[in-house]
């Protein structure tokens, strides 16, 4: 194909000077590379109501069991209550010793999953599908977050008045720290670690995975 032949069609069908679009294709495998479970986050990155709104607009486009679609979200900025929901979350339970976020690095921006029916077993699989691409959303958006588990469900439903108890809770920040991921087999320790300032997250090899 001669030089420039493209850039030609290109100026024939849309006109000489229009303006291209270029769209950066990024693997899913790199997105789920780089999802990786942040405990701390930097300060000076704000995250808006805005950004929040975009991560959660995943949820349409989601498959849901028997397509019930029950879960709702809270979207908690900094201006809108971060430290009410600091307040009441664990993090880093495998390294207790650290009292992880460290000062100055707690995440300013959450999303509390909420469903408006009791928790079961399809409520389950609907939180971890939404809760997985919520965070890749993020990673796309150049944003990092942690799922988390650990928290008080009472005095987050009290303090931000909610019709249903919260069942996740979501930090989206700007990631504070080197993360590695390190291979191992199946019957080793899969506690996280920290060495030199790095934080070492071990994950079964695919040889094993497969029955």
């Not at 664990?90 to 000062?103: T, V």
């Not at 100055?104 to 609907?126: N, R």
């Not at 809760?131 to 931000?160: C, D, P």
């Not at 506690?191 to 079964?204: M, Q």
């Amino acid at each position: 194909m001669a030089d420039g032949y493209l850039e030609s069609r290109y100026e024939e069908v849309f006109g000489k000077g229009a303006a291209r679009t270029v769209v950066k294709h990024v693997p899913i495998d790199k997105l789920l590379e780089r999802n990786r479970s942040y405990r701390g986050y930097r300060p000076e990155v704000e995250v808006t109501r805005e950004v929040l709104e975009r991560i959660v607009a995943v949820n349409p486009l989601l498959p849901s069991a028997c397509n019930q679609q029950v879960l709702r979200f809270k979207l908690v900025t900094r201006d809108s209550g971060a430290d009410v929901v600091l307040r009441n979350i664990k993090m880093g339970a495998a390294l207790p010793e650290l009292h992880l976020p460290f000062p100055g690095t707690e995440p300013q921006a959450f999303i509390l999953i909420c469903s408006t029916v009791p928790e079961s077993k399809l409520v389950d699989i609907d939180m971890g599908i939404s809760a997985q691409s919520m965070l890749l959303k993020a990673t796309e958006l150049g944003y990092n977050g942690l799922m988390i588990g650990a928290f008080h469900r009472e005095n987050l439903q009290t303090a931000f008045a909610l019709p249903y108890p919260p069942l996740l809770v979501l930090a989206i920040g700007r990631g504070a720290e080197v993360i590695r991921r390190v291979e191992i087999s199946e019957g080793d320790s899969h506690a996280y670690y920290r060495r030199d300032g790095i934080h070492y997250v071990p994950k079964v090899k695919l040889s094993d995975l497969i029955l």
